[in-house]
């Protein structure tokens, strides 16, 4: 559309543009969607499916009554991942089919009276704008300068019609900003992604190692339930994290370490474990690559030295490194989900991994299994055609990327001169882009550049404020998707089918991909008239059906690729360049960078600071779940952290609504209140991740506590894999009101 400025429109400010303004309250929705019918003997229709809440992708059944009120979801006990009990978000899921504020009808972008609003379309005319728009893209610049950003299951669909499209240009946040460094520092050490779920063997381990992996709150279903059955037979759990966290409280031994130190530590540990003979030496010696070059590099990494820097006692040090000695190869120092902190993250993790293999752990029973998962026969379509250029090239200074970089192609969509890689329009698919990635100021920048931007979402959020069309897509529990297949120590299938029709005008993901790509011609590409048809030909060559998947939801097959663990002494080649575990990297020497990670000092807090520590809530996903009905009623703010010295030396009270400016004179927009304990460092302070909402449109979210995110403005940056390190950022604490109005 070639807009100069990209405003951001407000929803909640419209009348007549098709989402109607309902009541907001629980309260005053038809029923309550937790209390079930079935006591009162009304038949309740049931339907298999799999959680969208998280990335867990737990295996459920849904039940509706006749009316198509959804009363219940509850686990299903063949699953892998979940055991049959699901967490509070994932019973909770119900109330993104049931939240008023949902979107309701496609929008589009127009002027009234000079002003940018959105007026209600119909999803021929939305649909035929999208189409013309990414066509106009395709003949003027190409069809790579249209990038996909996405997140979740909807992204297959979409990445499927890209690819059609001639576009690789795709990239998700769930990489460079959360677990990509961690696939990185695995993968160059055993030659393995991680994966997730993280074939972490909890259930049996004898220690359990936790750095700033919040296990119980993060809510990774069954390694909830693994630790906690590991804490029942006496595993020891240590956790290294400034925050006493609900994992560090379920500790024998909890380790506050100074933030930005964790590297230190980590190589204390090899320290110990090789100079107090206390490795797998059996293990090293078959597996292992490059040890003697280790040995020499941690040498002077004693735990003296470590003190100095960590603040955590070199007794303690000793200690924790004896106890995982003594537990191995029953032992993991967990690999974590979300590790992009602080820039040197990717040989972080490489530490993580190669202290595993100084234990022994990878392959052995307690520590990490051998993974397997079923592959899902593609359905037949012609070959994609070659972009030219595509998210490789856009982060090709980046020689470990193994994915799109959400910040490349944000930097890609500002105008340069003699622009090798220009993009030009996005299509933003289930994932809110100022809430899920950092420096808001260059995405806003970028938006204001582009030709043309389309968001699909099932709510308001902010990011749909900056859209020229907006598509509502249904809820999870109102459409077919893929066949989740997923590594785990079994592999299995799981189907999610419809339990409602969708409510309102909203469409599922692959009936919008499909209606796109007939409006470009690629009808080639999507040759079945609905998703079901596609389901039903995977399952059929998988030896399955549909009408037996409908019956119990998901089905676990037996592994194929041999045992779950290495045999005792057996010859065992790991998918790295050496064939061993790289405990020293010629492919990183190779290319001038460390072969082994390093200690890199990182920056401390000015007098006044604090640093800002950020994480998940039991009760929420990212920002999706803040306005959540019933999850919204477990927790509809977020609090701040603070020690109780901090709280004596800023005249701070439990309760008090504080405001928040960083390093770089950012305001947080909303309060946010203050909850004083000795659960955290006097030099941190810190929140939950994912509040803070501006869009009025999201009734329960709006002005609850503040974001994270939009505080956070410096990143540091991956140069193995482009990971944007956002622990780096310091905030002061302000008793007043900075956007009060002086009268003088």
């Not at 989900?337 to 040197?344: A, K, P």
């Not at 590409?525 to 037996?548: A, H, N, P, R, T």
């Not at 939950?688 to 540091?716: C, M, P, Q, V, W």
């Amino acid at each position: 559309m070639g807009n100069s400025r990209r405003s951001f429109i407000k929803i909640s400010a419209l009348s007549a543009s098709g989402i109607a303004l309902t009541s907001t309250a629980l309260g005053a929705l038809p029923s309550n969607p937790l209390n079930g019918k079935e006591g009162a003997g009304i038949p309740l229709k049931r339907a298999a499916t799999y959680c969208e809440v998280c990335f867990w992708k737990c295996a459920a059944w849904a039940y509706a009554d006749q009316d198509n009120n959804i009363q219940k979801i509850i686990g299903n006990p063949k699953d892998p991942h979940c055991y049959g009990r699901l967490c509070p978000r994932g019973t909770g899921g119900l109330g993104m089919y049931s939240d008023n504020d949902r979107l309701k009808t496609p929008l589009i972008r127009t002027k009234i009276n000079g002003e940018d609003t959105f007026r209600k379309a119909s999803w021929e005319e939305a649909l035929d704008l999208v189409a013309k728009n990414m066509q106009q893209i395709k003949d003027v610049y190409g069809s790579e300068s249209m990038a996909l950003i996405k997140h979740g299951s909807p992204g297959s669909h979409l990445e499927h019609l890209f690819k059609a499209y001639g576009s690789d240009t795709i990239a998700e946040p769930a990489y460079a900003q959360c677990r990509g460094p961690r696939e990185t520092g695995f993968g160059l050490t055993y030659g393995s992604w991680v994966g997730s779920p993280e074939p972490t063997d909890i259930r049996d381990t004898k220690c359990l190692v936790l750095i700033g992996s919040h296990i119980g709150e993060n809510m990774h279903n069954s390694q909830v339930q693994e630790m906690s059955e590991a804490i029942d037979k006496g595993a020891s759990i240590i956790t290294v994290d400034p925050r006493c966290s609900t994992a560090a409280s379920k500790s024998q031994h909890w380790l506050a370490i100074k933030p930005s130190t964790d590297m230190a530590l980590l190589l204390s540990w090899m320290h110990v474990l090789i100079y107090e003979d206390l490795y797998n030496k059996e293990y090293v010696e078959k597996y292992g690559h490059g040890f003697e070059a280790l040995k020499k590099h941690v040498k002077s990494f004693t735990p003296e030295w470590a003190y100095g820097i960590t603040t955590i006692k070199p007794s303690e040090i000793r200690k924790t490194a004896q106890i995982m000695a003594a537990a191995a190869p029953s032992a993991i120092i967990h690999p974590g989900r979300h590790v992009t902190w602080y820039g040197d993250d990717a040989q972080r993790e490489r530490a993580i991994a190669i202290l595993n293999g100084l234990l022994g752990s990878w392959g052995n029973r307690g520590g990490f299994y051998f993974k397997e998962k079923i592959k899902v026969p593609a359905y037949p379509h012609p070959p994609y055609p070659h972009p030219k250029w595509g998210w490789k090239e856009i982060g090709e200074k980046y020689p470990f990327a193994e994915m799109g970089n959400t910040t490349e192609v944000i930097k890609a969509s500002i105008p340069k001169e003699q622009q090798k890689y220009p993009v030009k329009g996005w299509f933003v698919a289930g994932t809110n882009l100022v809430t899920s990635v950092p420096q808001r100021a260059l995405i806003e920048e970028a938006m204001n550049a582009l030709d043309f931007m389309v968001v699909m979402d099932t709510m308001p959020m902010e990011i749909t404020g900056y859209a020229d069309v907006i598509l509502p897509e249904c809820t999870y529990l109102e459409r077919y998707d893929g066949i989740r297949s997923a590594t785990n120590r079994e592999p299995s299938i799981a189907l999610r089918s419809p339990v409602v029709a969708p409510k309102y005008e909203s469409k599922p993901a692959w009936w919008m991909a499909k209606e796109i790509g007939n409006r470009l011609g690629l009808q080639d590409y999507f040759d079945y008239d609905d998703f079901e048809q596609v389901i039903s030909w995977q399952l059929e060559k998988m030896g399955s059906s549909l009408e037996e998947m409908k019956k119990i939801g998901v089905k676990n097959f037996k592994r194929k690729s041999g045992s779950l663990y290495l045999k005792k002494g057996a010859a065992y080649e790991f998918p790295t360049q050496s064939g061993k575990i790289e405990f020293y990297s010629d492919e990183l020497a190779a290319l001038g960078l460390p072969a082994m990670p390093e200690y890199t000092a990182h920056d401390s807090p000015e007098p006044g600071f604090y640093r800002l520590n950020y994480g998940r809530s039991p009760m929420h996903t990212f920002s999706r779940t803040i306005n959540n009905p019933n999850l919204s009623d477990l927790t509809d703010e977020n609090t701040l952290w603070v020690n109780p010295k901090v709280a004596r030396l800023e005249n701070l009270k439990n309760g008090q609504a504080v405001w928040l400016e960083n390093q770089d004179g950012v305001l947080s927009t909303f309060p946010i209140k203050v909850r004083v304990t000795e659960r955290i460092r006097w030099d941190s302070v810190y929140m939950y991740h994912g509040f803070g909402h501006a869009n009025k449109k999201l009734s329960r979210a709006h002005g609850k506590g503040a974001s994270d995110t939009e505080l956070i403005t410096r990143i540091s940056v991956d140069p193995l894999m482009g990971g944007t390190g956002m622990r780096g950022n310091f905030v002061k604490i302000l008793i007043e009101n900075p956007a009060k109005e002086v009268l003088i």
